[in-house]
């Protein structure tokens, strides 16, 4: 393991020695800058640099398009296709690849995308022919189309058995996306409850991929009216943007900087360099943080890392709903879970007389205002117990004590589960996870730390993370061994790294896509009744916060 560096609760600056830097701009270079990944996205910004960008056809799945063009998942995110690679190489420049024919199907960019004669233009968009192919695949009449190339229906065991049943749960067409960027859409479902039933497999169905960001399913405790099957929109009070619109730098189309290790030194950060800053509360107050306020910065600087924005949404829309079943978010599929394990339901189980989804609408700049999106989830289920009850927990740092500094190539929070949640979780064996954040997060780790009663020390005895965070790539990922958490020695430890360069005022933690967030949700057996989260936040107080990860996140381990 590389020395450990000192992290600061969320609303401070972490400041890294000489010798640390080198590391860190290395890996960020790796996991940021120069990720071709990141140059290529599903996002809108970057379908407007090609002709017919959100019109491309699907090779794979004729009447329905392929959003992420350059990359070989459909939805966006992750690797590159060969005109993917392409765009990146020529800086996103239509011009420059559009005569080439990067599949190597016989038919140029151009042609495949409806500007054969290469006159259209970002600044002078012309007309445009329909597009008749994708650029990335190999479609051209005559060809075969390479179907390793198409995206694979999840293979799940449990899904094909003679006794599993499907209930497909859709938000409403009728429901229109408002011209807004950002909307929180719910909608409740009665559950089958005539018996005990045991979910095995979630398959998320996204209908319109430009807007739909991210879904949770939750189970209510108690009945609730379903409101006669009707949406309704939560939240109503979010602003459009967590950040100020004087950003320097598109999110969309943010690069990573570097810097030397001078950046943001001087004055009291200066002296901050190697302390763990957990409770210190008179580096705080020289900082600017006001304990139990949530404002960090000067008068003339300031942002609120609480407020409406900065709520569980589990507990804003109806307290009777805080039971995650599942989620699902942008470039994300659907996850079979753990042959022994099912998420219960039914008859006799807490918690499941109804479930709520609520999902995310991100709208940025309008381009998907009035389309209806009927988004929605395939619960796979059936009467044929598993072993173990499975459950979800989420763990990370709450957003209401997340307030980012602008201009911070490299900042770091953390948030460790408090002993007394840690009680409640006499043992468990993790099968799974799934990492949250949004724009600016670049990596995020949640870690299992055991005490050492020999030393003293707490070791790392697991390890969930991704360290090149794609948000437009945020998958379910499935333990090949799971993962064994002792609530009586061990600590579970999450922290995230977030790049503030393009922006000019400070980041809070919220709902919205241009607001951030940092969770890592669980997925786990036994289930522990009553625990569905594990935040130092939470109403049990932690004050001791335990063994900090940057070292180990800054090391690319």
Not at 202 to 221: G, K, Q, R, T, W
Not at 294 to 317: E, Q, Y
Not at 501 to 525: N, V
Request: glycine share 10%.
């Amino acid at each position: 393991m590389a020395p450990q560096i000192a992290i600061t609760k969320p609303v401070m600056t972490t400041m890294i020695s000489s010798s640390r830097m080198l590391v860190m701009l290395a890996m960020l270079l790796i996991s940021c800058c120069c990720r071709d990944d990141d140059v290529v996205s599903a996002r809108p910004f970057y379908a407007q640099r090609i002709p017919n960008g959100e019109q491309v056809p699907s090779p794979c799945e004729p009447g329905r398009s392929w959003p992420g063009v350059g990359h070989v998942a459909s939805s966006g995110g992750g690797q590159l296709n060969p005109f993917g690679m392409d765009f990146a190489k020529a800086g996103m420049s239509w011009p420059a690849v559009c005569a080439l024919d990067s599949d190597g199907d016989g038919l140029t960019n151009g042609q495949e995308l409806g500007d054969p004669s290469c006159q259209w233009t970002v600044e002078k968009p012309t007309q445009l022919l329909p597009a008749k192919g994708h650029p990335g695949i190999k479609d051209a009449p005559g060809t075969t189309i390479d179907q390793s190339m198409c995206p694979k229906k999840m293979d799940c065991a449990a899904a094909e058995e003679p006794e599993t049943r499907t209930l497909e749960v859709r938000m409403n067409a009728e429901e229109k996306i408002p011209d807004k960027r950002t909307t929180y859409i719910a909608k409740f479902f009665e559950l089958p409850d005539d018996q005990k039933y045991h979910a095995v497999y979630f398959e998320p169905v996204v209908d319109n991929v430009i807007s739909a960001h991210h879904f949770l399913f939750y189970m209510c405790d108690r009945p609730v009216d379903v409101n006669g099957g009707k949406a309704f929109e939560v939240y109503k009070d979010l602003t459009d943007e967590g950040v100020s619109s004087s950003t320097s730098t598109s999110d969309d189309q943010q690069q990573s900087a570097t810097t030397d290790d001078t950046t943001g030194g001087g004055g009291v950060l200066a002296d901050l360099t190697g302390q763990t800053m957990r409770g210190a509360s008179n580096l705080l107050s020289q900082l600017g943080f006001r304990q139990g306020a949530g404002i960090v910065g000067t008068l003339g600087n300031v942002a609120s890392s609480g407020g409406p924005a900065a709520v569980d949404d589990s507990v804003r829309a109806t307290e009777s709903c805080q039971r995650i079943l599942t989620g699902w978010a942008i470039g994300g599929d659907g996850h079979c879970l753990h042959p022994a394990t099912g998420h219960p339901f039914g008859r006799g189980v807490p918690h499941s007389k109804v479930g709520l989804m609520i999902l995310h609408w991100d709208n940025p700049e309008g381009r998907v205002s009035g389309e209806s999106d009927t988004t929605g989830l395939r619960i796979h289920y059936t009467p044929k117990l598993r072993q173990h009850d499975q459950g979800v927990l989420r763990v990370g740092v709450p957003m209401s004590e997340l307030s980012l500094p602008p201009g911070q190539p490299r900042y770091l929070v953390d948030d460790v589960c408090p002993e007394m949640c840690m009680a409640r979780l006499p043992q468990i064996f993790i099968t799974g996870y799934w990492l949250h954040m949004h724009l600016t997060g670049r990596r995020i780790m949640t870690r299992v730390l055991r005490e050492n009663r020999v030393t003293g020390r707490k070791d790392e005895v697991g390890r969930l993370s991704d360290f090149a965070f794609d948000f437009a790539r945020q998958p379910f990922v499935t333990l090949n061994e799971t993962i064994t958490v002792r609530g009586e020695t061990d600590t579970l430890e999450t922290v995230c790294l977030f790049d503030t360069t393009g922006r000019t005022e400070y980041t809070r933690g919220g709902l919205s896509a241009r607001e951030e967030m940092c969770y890592t949700f669980i997925s786990y057996y036994p289930a522990m009744e009553g625990v569905t989260k594990c935040h130092s936040e939470e109403w049990w107080r932690c004050t001791s916060w335990g063994q900090v990860g940057a070292a180990a996140l800054t090391a690319g381990r």
